[in-house]
């Protein structure tokens, strides 16, 4: 049955007067790295909606980067970070103990895939994930060189950066990077260089490690780990074949080499489980997450196994990472996602598929979609025939929908990536597929 929602309403063409004042101050005075997808100029959330200062009433279905899992202020995570607030902001976790602080870093270590024994490090953000794991897998291994993928992203400090390959401009003028680090194809299977055009995925990206950079570019024996998203992010919403990441594994494995799963935006129910991990079976010896950790606090954490936890006390640590409001916040979050909205995630992901797929039927312009859980990508295309990238079509559907009421963002050279807070339901999630319909017929 269908209720009526306030939302998605626009009552002024956005920006509003009181959005383009903000627009404006901001223009002046924030430094200019930043890329703004459009002017939205949020002033509260709740649930899936979000408004903005002049009263327009958008849907969300990029929860800000895959951050806010529970929606916009869900009174659980809200009353927790209250009651933690008033307790105290702050102690450093490096340094002194709090029960947050050993519940989240008990509970995250219970929770990652696998077996063996886990010990976690608390961290601000992503980016801060990633460079734990580059230190630690350095120190427990004593080798140097590191494997990422082309389109992944792994933050944007100095060493994550690095790692990333997404975006040139994320490198460009800020060399030397770290170095010894060695990007190879992913499993891109829609424009795989290897098996694009076959019926089945033939693990050429994973053959070429050993037939090409192994045996002329980098003795494996000096490979400290392989990172890998199990589902790319940034780079546009890619799904690797299915044994794809245990052959990655058996790979590592053979050389003595760390896996490490980032996490960051595929884990924590988004997939329909905990971490995306978890559909292929696969045990990283480090997994990171972020992102909707904290509903939109700032947590990040490093899970490694506790064998190769080697480094000693000292080493590594952070001021503010693990902050106990937090903390707070991240054990509300999975609370919630554990008893509800991964399996809402799960179901809602099925149904969000199959609309992609309807839409695909319908509009030629969408030359692939693939999804998992609450974590769904179009990837648009000029032509079907030879998949030419459609870049500026993927740009003018978000305006187009932002100006209608939903949010969107998007991922890599030309995929939409829909990826709404947890809490989403049937209603809402139709709402968004029907106005990316009719964007969609007033674009073509
Ligand atoms: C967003 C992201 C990061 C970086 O996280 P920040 O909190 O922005 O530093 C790292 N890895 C992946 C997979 C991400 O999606």
Known sequence: MKTVRDYPSIVIPPPGPKAQAVVRQDAQWTSTCYTKEYPLVVSRGSGVMVEDVDG????????????????????????????????????????????????????????????????????????????????????????????????????????????????????????????????????????CAFCAREPACNRGCIDVIERDLFARHLDPHDVAAVFVEPIQGEGGYIIPPPGYLADLRALCDRYGILLVADEVQSGIGRTGRMFACEHEGLEPDILLTAKGLGSGMPIGAMVAKESITSWEAGSHGSTFGGNPVCCAAALATLDLVENGLMANAAQMGERLLAGACRLMTEHPLIGDVRGRGLMVGLEFVKNRDTREPAPEIVRSLIQQAFRRGLLLLGAGQSTLRLAPPLVIDEQDLDTALELIDSCLDELA
Do not use: W
């Open 56 to 191: 327009n009433r958008y849907l969300d279905f990029m929860a800000g980067i895959a951050v806010s899992s529970t929606g916009y202020g869900h009174p659980k995570v809200v009353a927790a970070v209250k009651k933690a607030a008033e307790r105290f902001l702050h102690i450093c976790g490096s340094d002194f103990y709090y029960e947050g602080m050993a519940a989240l870093c008990e509970r995250l270590a219970r929770l990652a895939p696998g077996s063996s024994k886990k010990r976690v490090f608390l961290t601000n953000s992503g980016t801060e994930a990633t460079e734990a794991a580059i230190k630690l897998v350095r120190h427990a291994t004593g080798r140097t060189a590191i494997i990422a993928f082309r389109g992944a992203f792994h933050g944007r400090t100095t060493g994550a950066v690095s790692l990333t390959s997404s975006k040139s401009r994320q490198h460009a003028g800020f060399g030397p990077l770290l170095p010894d680090v060695h990007h190879v194809p992913f499993a891109y299977r829609y424009r």
